[in-house]
């Protein structure tokens, strides 16, 4: 980052907010629980409002206390653990089943056909324990010659007809996902959309910030297409609400009622773009933190000041979730946003397997980027991300060095 920026964002926020505070306790609240439940666009499923991501799952015992806790959608993928999530999701859930809703997802390549299509649902049906699934994805989405392979809409209509499916969905937060998610509107694809999607992406956030600091939002007809959706009357779930979830580094800023999370799912949930928010949950100390800000109205001033700190502390490191204006900035064809994201997985999240994973399954690593003489990708992001600096440190954890 220039030295100029880094001065002027410092500033900005030490002038924006409070002394330090000390760290919320969730001891005064007595069993949190979901306190809303939302219309899927016009699936005629009910969903908790904030739902469970399983991406880091392998214990059903979570998914058992946040359905106590009144959570009803549950989300996973043949990949999450290697098929471990599926697996307690299925184990937690089996007693429950006609009172919760269960989707699963599916790669589906564009070379894929749909037996193959079939054989991979058939093996998270076994897992999740149940004949059948409330919502399938096509997962991941960032190239639409996977949407236009002909095999993935007629296995939706057989597996549909089977009742192996309720309904048909698009799972998204890369670089193409605006295109990917008009193609899926277009040809009607879809019956619900997950998308990456928080508070540092809406245009109306960061307007507040641009006369404190350079900041701005990302991604260029996002929030029209996800208005589009709901007009449509498909569902829109929002995931990576979070902006790379480095909650270690807010609890001090945090303060009696709020913290950072859920001063980040309040923004998402209280206004117009999402339906729902799904967010992973590892451990119940998280799970009662996430669902206190269930049936929340608007952010307090508070907390948003909260995210705006966030993002003084964060946005000039942080890659916004499919935003893709630095696509074709690399010479070498590096695919800055997936390896960032990877990045994201282990410095942020903290989830070395996940990171380890989300890179194996990338066409091409960073590798190009530790010989790269003369990178073209430095002034790329219009947010001052350092993306050389970001990928030769992806390249080395991740043994490329």
């Not at 409330?134 to 057989?158: C, G, K, M, Q, S």
């Not at 507040?208 to 007009?231: C, D, I, S, T, W």
Request: charge should be neutral; charged fraction near 25%; proline fraction near 3%.
């Amino acid at each position: 980052m220039k030295r100029r920026s880094f001065l002027k964002l410092g500033a900005a926020a030490s002038a924006l907010y409070a002394s330090p505070r000390p760290r919320v306790s969730l001891a005064e609240v007595a069993a949190p629980r979901v306190q809303r439940y939302v219309p899927l666009g016009a699936t005629g499923l009910e969903v908790s409002d904030i739902s469970f991501g399983s991406s880091r799952l392998s214990d059903a015992s979570l998914v058992r206390y946040a359905y106590e806790r009144g959570v009803t959608y549950f989300d996973t993928a043949e990949s999450y653990r290697g098929g471990a999530s599926e697996t307690a999701v299925g184990t937690a859930l089996a007693g429950v089943r006609d009172k919760v809703i269960i989707a699963s997802k599916t790669k589906a390549r564009a070379g894929q056909d749909r037996r193959q299509i079939m054989a991979a649902l058939e093996g998270s049906l076994k897992r999740l324990r149940t004949d059948y699934v409330d919502l399938y994805y096509i997962h991941a989405v960032n190239d639409i010659d996977r949407l236009e392979n002909p095999e993935w809409a007629e296995f939706t209509e057989r597996a549909l007809e089977q009742g192996k499916i309720r309904f048909r969905g698009v799972s998204g937060h890369g670089s193409n996902l605006v295109k990917c998610l008009n193609y899926a509107l277009d040809h009607k694809l879809a019956d619900v959309v997950l998308v990456a999607f928080n508070f540092a992406q809406d245009p109306e956030f960061t307007e507040k910030l641009r006369h404190l600091f350079h900041y701005v939002a990302l991604q260029p007809g996002l929030v029209e297409v996800l208005a589009r959706a709901r007009a449509q009357g498909v569902g829109v779930i929002a995931m990576k609400t979070l902006m790379g979830a480095r909650l270690n580094d807010m609890r001090e800023f945090e303060s009696e009622g709020f913290t950072f999370a859920q001063a980040a799912l309040r923004w998402v949930l209280s206004g117009e773009h999402a339906d729902a928010a799904l967010i992973s949950m590892t451990g119940e100390f998280e799970i009662d933190e996430y669902l206190a800000a269930s049936g929340s109205a608007q952010p307090a001033q508070a907390e948003t000041r909260l995210l705006a700190r966030y993002v003084a502390m964060h946005g000039s490191n942080h890659c916004q979730q499919g935003c893709g204006i630095c696509v074709d900035s690399c010479s070498f064809g590096v695919p800055i946003s997936d390896v960032l994201r990877a990045r994201m997985y282990e410095v942020d999240y903290q989830d070395r397997r996940l990171a380890l994973e989300s890179y194996a399954n990338l066409e091409m690593g960073a590798g190009q980027c530790l010989s790269c003489s003369r990178p073209t990708c430095l002034d790329a992001c219009p947010n001052n991300v350092p993306i050389a600096v970001l990928t030769r440190d992806t390249a080395r954890r991740f043994g490329d060095a």
